[in-house]
């Protein structure tokens, strides 16, 4: 299992980089996975990206035909790719990838993981395909018999994403009650769906807000951004900001708002 280099703090967004698109997976794959991604990059740029933290695990169809898993990311990860390769991902959804690998989440905690690396040469063979249809057939056909989605990660991840916990109430205790489980379930049960715990999700989640409404919303004062997105203050925003993306919310939004952004569909 290779990390991936995270060195380099001068490069560019991933979300800024070339043409990324998403699309509903088909109904056979729903139970498994929440959509179905596209990123192309630049034909004339072979540059490094920085993929931030999104809270999400992918199986990834990648421009050489290999097959990887890329896991929980806790910090923000360098990619080098070829100038206009082309990758599929397959997003699973929360509480589903652990039991569909057959690996707990923070095995592969700020990983990138070759599918034959963590099934085994033989077992991984089966999956060498050529095109997406054949591909989905085999997601579509691979079901352990011990599968069973963790209904309490989903609806946890849907908490967290929508907004923080209410204003004085402690995150771990507010998602116990909410989810009806007892703080030690539920530190075990993040650890092997997110690989880490509430807190790092809540924090990865909150991020993802604030890149959300850049791409969203017209123009506002980084404040009101920095507010609605359910930080205490600007300088909080900053500081997660250069935790997640290695550098500030202004050169965030200039990277998405500039030239270099992503075009989206």
């Known amino acids: 299992m290779n990390k991936t280099d995270t060195r380099a703090d001068s490069v560019d967004l991933a ?10 997976v088909p109904p056979a794959l729903r139970e498994v996975f929440a959509c179905r991604w596209i990123h192309r990059m630049p034909a004339h740029d072979a540059a490094p990206v920085l993929v931030v933290p999104d809270g999400c695990m992918d199986l990834q169809f990648m421009h050489d035909g290999r097959l990887r ?15 206009g390769a082309v990758v599929v991902g397959y997003r699973f959804r929360p509480g589903a990838a652990a039991a569909w690998l057959g690996v707990p989440a923070h095995v ?14 033989a077992k991984a063979a089966r999956w060498a395909v050529d095109d997406l249809a054949a591909l989905e057939q085999r997601l579509a056909a691979h079901r352990p018999h011990t599968f069973r989605i963790d209904a309490s990660m989903d609806e946890a991840f849907r908490l967290l994403r929508g907004a923080d916990a209410p204003p004085g109430e402690p995150l771990v205790r507010w ?15 993040f650890d092997d769906h997110f690989g880490y715990g509430p807190k790092t999700l809540d924090r990865i989640l909150r991020y993802q807000r604030f890149l959300r409404l850049v791409r969203r919303k017209p123009p506002a004062s980084m404040a009101a ?30 990277a998405m708002l500039g030239d270099g952004r992503a075009a989206r569909r």
Not at 15 to 24: D, I, L, M, V, W
Request: proline share 7%; net charge positive.
């Open 15 to 24: 979300q800024a980089t070339g043409h990324y698109a998403e699309a509903p």
């Open 108 to 121: 592969l905690l700020n990983q990138r993981v070759a599918l034959n690396d963590l099934w085994g040469n």
């Open 175 to 189: 998602l116990c009650d909410r989810l009806s489980l007892c703080e030690r379930t539920l530190r075990r049960r």
């Open 69 to 83: 898993v890329a896991g929980p990311d806790r910090e923000p990860q360098t990619e080098v790719l070829p100038a």
């Open 225 to 254: 951004w920095a507010a609605e997105a359910g930080y205490a203050d600007q300088p909080h925003l900053v500081r997660e900001s250069r935790r997640l993306a290695r550098r500030t919310p202004g050169d965030v939004l200039a």
